[in-house]
């Protein structure tokens, strides 16, 4: 496993733009396939975008679909959403995944998670 920690996450008005970094440490990072979700008061926890270890696939659910972008530079460690164009319905906090699978990290079965990072989206 990889220890993740996010960051970026704060207050922003509706059609702001945030980017959100998400570190690991403890293993070899270039080896994991990587994947943000976010989850909403009251709501179940909700794929956001996910990432191929070498970052030559993507893949988002129609819901951020043209608005996210996720990359990652692995001689840092480190996995990135930007998140352009928001919408109050984007409140949540975003939490940063890992597994050697893509297909685990879509799935929400990562077996690494890091701790997450509050976004709100005033209107």
């Known amino acids: 496993q990889v220890q993740l920690v996010e960051s970026g996450g704060g207050l922003v008005q509706a059609g702001g733009s945030l980017r959100l970094s998400c570190a690991a440490s403890?293993?070899?990072?270039?080896?994991?396939?990587m994947g943000w979700f976010r989850q909403a008061p009251g709501k179940e926890r909700e794929f956001v975008a996910a990432i191929s270890w070498a970052g030559g696939s993507t893949y988002y659910p129609d819901s951020v679909k043209g608005r996210f972008t996720i990359s990652r530079v692995n001689a840092k460690n480190t996995v990135y959403l930007q998140m352009n164009s928001l919408k109050p319905e984007d409140t949540a906090v975003y939490y940063c995944a890992a597994d050697p699978l893509f297909r685990t990290v879509v799935a929400g079965n990562s077996g690494s998670w890091g701790q997450g990072t509050q976004v709100t989206v005033s209107s």
């Open positions: 403890g293993r070899t990072f270039s080896a994991y396939a």
